[in-house]
């Protein structure tokens, strides 16, 4: 398995510019969340998804689009890039909603997005 | 409210015991967690305690829960330079379909040979 994939892992964009960060697992897992990780901030939920057909908005869901239109593949979007948007963002996956000793969410290893 | 804090730096020497610490607000939670991160790497869960215990031990891991103070601590033991990296805690808030974890800042733990 390859667990949870990101690509590209490293991106520069100029302000509103636009760009979809690719997330994939092949562990069936039905839950996928996206994170955004700041200095001094730890990582905060942007949107998550339940399953295929599925999304919600998390903590900070500005400026970001998800859809989920397979088990395997939950994009995230970038309409229009602004500085704030520089930050690492990671993808996660999971048998279900995070919560018990039974279902571990997986991290991929992080998109490095800087925003000129 | 949703706030995880913990302190942001920790140096220890190799050998010793280095304790990790951490602050939540919300007595909700029923599930606790510490994670690693490497650098350039993703987060791994290291270890998590249920919410109805004070102390769990995993080898050289020793998490403690004062429920009371909404406080928790890693322990690591006999810490070694593989042991370099930031240490999240998270909770869990429970909501059905919508748990979610809530990480703290993170602990960037250096290891002095």
């Known amino acids: 398995n390859a667990g949870v994939t990101q690509t590209p892992k490293f991106q520069v964009l100029k302000t509103g510019q636009s760009m979809t960060l690719q997330c994939a697992q092949d562990?069936?897992?039905?839950?996928m969340s996206w994170y955004r990780q700041d200095p001094g901030m730890g990582l905060r939920l942007i949107h998550y998804?339940?399953?295929?057909?599925?999304?919600d908005q998390g903590e900070v869901p500005n400026g970001y689009n998800v859809s989920r239109s397979t088990t395997e593949d939950f994009p995230l979007r970038l309409l229009s890039a602004a500085p704030s948007q520089t930050s690492v963002y990671f993808c996660a996956s999971s048998y279900s909603p995070p919560g018990g000793p039974w279902n571990e969410q997986f991290f991929g290893p992080g998109t490095r997005l800087t925003v000129l | 409210g949703e706030d995880v804090e913990q302190s942001l730096f920790l140096s220890v020497r190799e050998g010793d015991s280095s304790v990790i610490n951490c602050t939540y607000t919300d007595s909700s939670s029923t599930y606790l967690y510490w994670y690693k991160q490497e650098p350039g790497a993703g987060l791994q869960l290291l270890t998590y305690i249920f919410s109805n215990m004070d102390m769990k031990q995993d080898q050289r891991l020793t998490v403690l829960l004062n429920k009371k103070d909404k406080h928790l601590s890693l322990r690591i033991a006999d810490t070694q330079t593989g042991d370099s990296a930031i240490y999240f805690c998270?909770?869990?808030?429970?909501?059905?379909?919508?748990?979610?974890?809530?990480f703290g800042t993170g602990t960037l733990l250096a290891v002095q040979p």
């Open positions: 998270a909770e869990n808030l429970y909501g059905g379909a919508t748990n979610k974890l809530i």
């Open positions: 562990m069936n897992h039905e839950y």
């Open positions: 998804s339940v399953g295929a057909g599925i999304t």
